[in-house]
């Protein structure tokens, strides 16, 4: 018996690993967060237990974990995006180790792949950026220390925000004095679901244009320079003077 955390990708059903959707498909019992996993995913399953966990705390999601485990049932935990990025899946690991309960994580499509996808954009190009940060805009949750959105804007990286959408305001703030007013920025709300939606802009204009979208949640914020390059280096990869094993 194993349970198996599954990145179910961002929204499009097509957007999961042959080996998520093999496992969804075989598993006699399903957990998935209906929250922001579509039952789409899951089409042709053969399992006899289906429970969307959105209002269940982790005590009663360990439980059936537990129940499962003692049936011999493997369970497919399916959770949005990739698992390993904001999927609550420590917590559960934690107490599946505590009892002795094996388990195995198939990642996912990220939101941030689907968004960069969608804009047609390359979050890495040769002397514009070449790190990516993924951080979220700390209110709830304190951020640990050096983790504050205004330190990582010190780097001027591609970043991508997840959960910050209702405090733009706060954040466009905090990056302008290290990106400036006129560095492109996008807000994607739903990405590769059928209702995306997205505006891209400046931090000088993009407050604007998201209250005219309406975006208050399920979005994600992408910031930096790559969004809208102008000309930029070719690289090496591909360069016709450039020799590797491949191409000497």
Same mark, same amino acid.
């Given at each position: 018996?194993?349970?198996?955390?599954?990145?179910?990708?961002?929204?499009?059903?097509?957007?999961?690993?042959?080996?998520?959707?093999?496992?969804?498909?075989?598993?006699?019992?399903?957990?998935?967060?209906?929250?922001?996993?579509?039952?789409?995913? =899951?089409?042709? *399953?053969? $399992?006899?237990?289906?429970?969307?966990?959105?209002?269940?705390? %982790?005590?009663? /999601? @360990?439980?059936? !974990?537990?129940?499962?485990?003692?049936?011999?049932?493997?369970?497919?935990?399916?959770?949005?995006?990739?698992?390993?990025?904001?999927?609550?899946?420590?917590?559960?690991?934690?107490?599946?180790?505590?009892?002795?309960?094996?388990?195995?994580?198939?990642?996912?499509?990220?939101?941030?792949?689907?968004?960069?996808?969608?804009?047609?954009?390359?979050?890495?190009?040769?002397?514009?950026?070449?790190?990516?940060?993924?951080?979220?805009?700390?209110?709830?949750?304190?951020?640990?220390?050096?983790?504050?959105?205004?330190? =990582?804007?010190? *780097?001027? $990286?591609?970043?991508?925000?997840?959960?910050?959408?209702?405090? %733009?305001?706060? /954040? @466009?703030?905090? !990056?302008?004095?290290?990106?400036?007013?006129?560095?492109?920025?996008?807000?994607?709300?739903?990405?590769?679901?059928?209702?995306?939606?997205?505006?891209?802009?400046?931090?000088?204009?993009?407050?604007?244009?998201?209250?005219?979208?309406?975006?208050?949640?399920?979005?994600?914020?992408?910031?930096?320079?790559?969004?809208?390059?102008?000309?930029?280096?070719?690289?090496?990869?591909?360069?016709?003077?450039?020799?590797?094993?491949?191409?000497?």
């Amino acid at each position: 018996m194993t349970v198996y955390f599954i990145g179910a990708g961002p929204g499009d059903p097509e957007l999961i690993t042959v080996k998520g959707q093999r496992l969804i498909r075989s598993c006699p019992v399903i957990l998935y967060a209906g929250s922001l996993v579509p039952e789409a995913v =899951l089409q042709g *399953h053969s $399992a006899n237990q289906v429970v969307n966990t959105a209002e269940l705390n %982790l005590g009663e /999601i @360990v439980t059936l !974990l537990h129940q499962a485990h003692k049936r011999g049932q493997d369970v497919a935990r399916v959770h949005s995006g990739d698992p390993s990025l904001y999927g609550a899946i420590g917590e559960q690991i934690r107490e599946l180790r505590a009892l002795g309960i094996p388990f195995e994580i198939v990642p996912g499509v990220t939101a941030t792949a689907a968004c960069a996808a969608l804009l047609e954009s390359e979050l890495t190009l040769p002397g514009i950026a070449q790190t990516v940060i993924l951080t979220r805009y700390g209110t709830t949750s304190p951020m640990p220390e050096g983790e504050q959105l205004e330190d =990582l804007a010190r *780097h001027r $990286a591609t970043m991508a925000i997840h959960l910050g959408v209702r405090q %733009l305001p706060a /954040i @466009v703030s905090e !990056l302008l004095p290290h990106y400036g007013a006129d560095c492109p920025i996008a807000v994607i709300h739903r990405a590769s679901w059928p209702d995306q939606d997205w505006v891209l802009g400046t931090l000088a204009d993009i407050e604007e244009k998201v209250a005219a979208k309406g975006f208050r949640r399920t979005a994600l914020i992408l910031v930096g320079r790559v969004l809208d390059p102008g000309s930029f280096a070719e690289s090496a990869l591909y360069d016709a003077r450039h020799r590797h094993l491949y191409r000497p």
